[in-house]
């Protein structure tokens, strides 16, 4: 039983390290995912799409680092509706109306970290409770 409760010990250890550690591998990793899926948005790529505009409605940010980013999906100056939270759905949203101009990469990694230094600490926390 002890023997057990060692390796359990050491691996939610290992779990709350690792979270630390690659916090700062998060980025990186996160600019890759954003630019690689940003020109796949619109028709034909619905869960992409869905995932953009609920991150872009939810965080209040357009983009990866700002709505210039999405001329890569959109050839005219036009942006995905959801960066711009308070126009009517039969208005167009482009870059001259009003919009977040708050990149998404930026907004993301804050809350993936938070969320990581939550989960180390629990992991750690926990372990430690185990071994008292």
């Known amino acids: 039983y002890s023997v057990f409760l060692l390796i359990i010990f050491g691996l939610e250890l290992a779990g709350g390290i690792t979270g630390y550690v690659l916090k ?46 999405w001329k890569v999906a959109f050839p005219n100056s036009s942006l995905p509706h959801s960066c711009c939270p308070n126009l009517a759905l039969n208005q167009d949203c482009t870059l001259i109306v009003t919009h977040s101009t708050k990149g998404c990469l930026p907004s993301l990694q804050a809350t993936i970290e938070h969320y990581a230094l939550v989960l180390g600490g629990v992991g750690i926390g926990i372990g430690v409770v185990q071994v008292i």
């Open 24 to 69: 700062q591998d998060v980025q990186s990793m996160l600019e890759d995912s954003l630019n690689t899926t940003s020109k796949l948005y619109g028709p034909g790529n619905d869960d992409i799409t869905k995932a953009w505009d609920i991150m872009q409605n939810d965080l209040g940010c357009c983009g990866v680092q700002g709505p210039e980013d």
